[in-house]
Structures are given as C-alpha cells and as structure tokens.
C-alpha cells in the first residue's frame, strides 16, 4: 500500500507540472509525492545536502527581518518553500530502488511534456491559422521562456530513450526529441535558441567519444538535425525575427542604435548590481530587492518601444531576470553562496540527461528569476527530487 502511494503520487507530480492547471496546481502533486516519501522512505540522511537546503530556507526566513518590504519577504519564502523542503525531505529519506524510480517519474514528465505541447500546439493552430511566440495559447499559463524551458529537459530525457531501447521505443523517442526541439524553435526563447545547439554539439561529443562504433550515425545524423533545426530558425517568421532582434540589440549594448536600445534586461542588471555593490554582505532584504530596483530604474533615460509607442522601464515592474543578482541583491553574499551550492550539488550529483538538466537550469537562470515564478520553483522542486533518486545507491530497505 505505502509502495503503491509513493508510485502514484510521483507519477501524479510528474503529469501535473507541465499541465500547469489553475485549478489543479502541480503543487498539489508535489505535495502528494512529499507525502509518498514520508509514508514510505526510510530514513537514510545525507547530511551535506540536508544541510544546505535546510539553511537555504532559513536563510530565506532571516532576511525578512531587514527588509523594508516584509510582506513580501513573506510571500517569496512561501514561493521557495517546496524547493528547500523538497531538497531537505528528499535526502533525508530514501525508497527502494531509488534511480528507477527517478528514472520512471523522468519519463512521465517527458512524455506528459510532449503531449501538452502536442495539444497546444494544434489548439494555437486552429485559433490563430498559424502559430509564433507572440500569439501561443501556452502564453497565457507557463509563459514562453518556461514551456521552453520543460521542453528541453523533457528532450534530454527521452534522448537518452534513444540509445538503450528496443527500435520501436527508440524511434518513438527519437521523433518526440526532434518535435519537442521543434516546439524550443517555434517558442523562441532567444537564450534557449542560443544554448540548444551548444547543448546538443555536447552531447553528440560525448556520444561520439564514448561510442566508437557509432560515430558514422552519430556525425551523419547529428549533422542532418542541427541543419534543419538551423534552417527552420533562420527561415520561420517568428524564431528569424527573434534573431534578428537579439543581432540588434547586441549591436546597441553600448548605446542606442538606429533608434533601438538593447535589451532591458542589460539595464536590470546593470542596476542590479548596483543594488548588490551598496549591501553586499546581507543584502537588502528578502522581498525588498523589487522595491530598491524599482527605485533605481527611475533614473534610467533610455527609451524602449512597444511597436511604434515608446515606454520608459519604470512605468513596469521588474524583477532582476537572473536568479544570482536577485540572490545577491536581496540576500547578500550568504544567499549568492547557497544557490551556488546547490546548483553545484545538483551538477555534482546527477549524470547523463539529468546533468544536462541542470546545466540548462543553470544558463537559464542567467536571464530569469526562476525562483520568482511558480514554474520555475516548481520545476526546480520536482528536479531535486529526481536528483536525489539519481544519485541514492540501490539498497533493500526490508
């Protein structure tokens, strides 16, 4: 009975992340699947790792108390919660035969990825007669840069399906890898455009060192997809236009260009560290960092366009987009330190897929507060569980 609850709410989790319900939030499985854990693990404590996620949350709770802005600090601990708990909970305790496991809720989460990007892709499709990142239905739930984001990992999961599979599976596999690939393309997510590629040259690398006797497929199939996907984003309407932006807008990071300012988020930053430089040890405060970076944008004369129609960055409000200046910047050194840490943990302790999981979190954190948005935490939550089941040795717990 305990076996068959950690099972169902790990297949449960798994499914709802990606659906991102309204009215049933993936918290509602990861709940659950923490629940399966304490109702069937054993204890089987990694102090280290217990450690670190146990003071990143306390941490989380003490800098609340220097900040001008404590409702807020409030609310961000609520949001990072299941990430450090998930972190403490699930390395403290262990399961029988730990990594198939992590490696069966992996596989649900792909598959579950790949059809409800299947089933919004067709909705957009009928609605909008053709689809682009300025009109996705998806938008409007997970937003652009995370359904991008679930779409690699889902990839690098199933790609490892490819490989060790009978033929059908791995065809199977093979198809949902490419399609998925396709729908990064179609989101155009210009940091995951850019890091897709290097991610996949380094796996085919690693593939081809380790694989004498498939180098020939390996080159010739490698080379045929990065070709097409290559070809698509430089030819479809959306991705090319996402390219030529991110051309002008590195054109103009040293000032304004032909009328266009770079990114705003090159201002975020700049100013973000600032914020960082006048507090550097403790920060501003957990919740406040918003607030002071709110106040430093009001100095900032550069002028960005809406189309035609021109804004200024204070008329919004704006997080740091980049998880290690708001870190930084709210928390202090001590903050920067631990979301370090555990990154390094997550690089350290995964392999294969996973490890290139978690360099993709890692790039993506460089232009996203993942830890500002329920997707992001909830990502991060569920992939620090697979994480820990990865790395648990297989042991009988009778």
């Not at 919004?120 to 689809?131: A, D, E, H, Q, R």
């Not at 990064?184 to 997510?189: D, E, G, M, R």
Request: glycine share 8%; net charge positive; aromatic share 14%.
């Amino acid at each position: 009975m305990q076996q068959n609850l950690f099972r169902f709410t790990g297949y449960v989790a798994a499914f709802l992340l990606p659906l991102a319900l309204v009215w049933l939030s993936p918290i509602y499985g990861l709940i659950a699947w923490a629940i399966g854990f304490l109702a069937f693990g054993k204890w089987a404590p990694k102090i280290w790792p217990m450690l670190l996620f146990a003071t990143f949350v306390d941490w989380e709770l003490i800098t609340v108390y220097w900040s001008d802005n404590r409702p807020a600090g409030w609310a961000d601990v609520l949001m990072v919660l299941p990430f450090g708990l998930m972190g403490v909970l699930v390395n403290g305790l262990t399961v029988e035969d730990p990594q198939r496991w992590g490696r069966r809720f992996a596989d649900a989460f792909a598959w579950a990825t790949t059809l409800c990007w299947t089933t919004i892709f067709g909705y957009s499709l009928v609605k909008y007669g053709w689809v682009s990142y300025n009109d996705f239905a998806l938008g409007e739930r997970l937003g652009i840069h995370f359904q991008s984001l679930y779409l690699i990992i889902a990839a690098l999961i199933l790609e490892r399906r490819i490989w060790s599979e009978p033929k059908g599976v791995s065809w199977a596999s093979a198809i949902a890898v490419l399609w998925l690939l396709v729908g990064i393309i179609f989101l155009s997510a210009r940091i995951h455009l850019l890091s897709v590629p290097v991610l996949i040259m380094a796996r085919l690398f690693e593939l081809y060192r380790r694989n004498p006797s498939w180098r020939k497929n390996i080159l010739r199939w490698g080379t045929i997809a990065l070709a097409v996907l290559g070809a698509m984003v430089l030819t479809l309407p959306g991705p090319s236009k996402r390219v030529e932006d991110l051309v002008n807008e590195l054109r103009s990071v040293d000032g304004m260009v032909e009328g266009k300012q770079t990114n705003h988020r090159i201002f975020l930053w700049k100013y973000g560290v600032e914020i960082i430089k006048e507090a550097p040890i403790l920060g501003v405060g957990n919740g406040h960092g918003e607030d002071v970076l709110h106040e430093k944008l009001l100095t900032c004369d550069a002028t960005f366009y809406n189309k035609k129609e021109p804004y200024y960055l204070h008329e919004f409000r704006y997080d740091f987009h980049n998880v290690w200046i708001q870190s930084w910047a709210e928390g202090g050194i001590i903050a920067f330190l631990l979301m370090a840490g555990i990154f390094l943990w997550g690089l350290t302790q995964s392999t294969g897929s996973m490890s290139y999981a978690w360099i993709t979190l890692l790039m993506s954190s460089m232009t996203e507060s993942l830890l500002d948005k329920q997707a992001g935490v909830f990502l991060l939550t569920f992939m620090v569980a697979l994480t820990a089941l990865s790395s648990r040795k297989h042991q009988s717990l009778r």
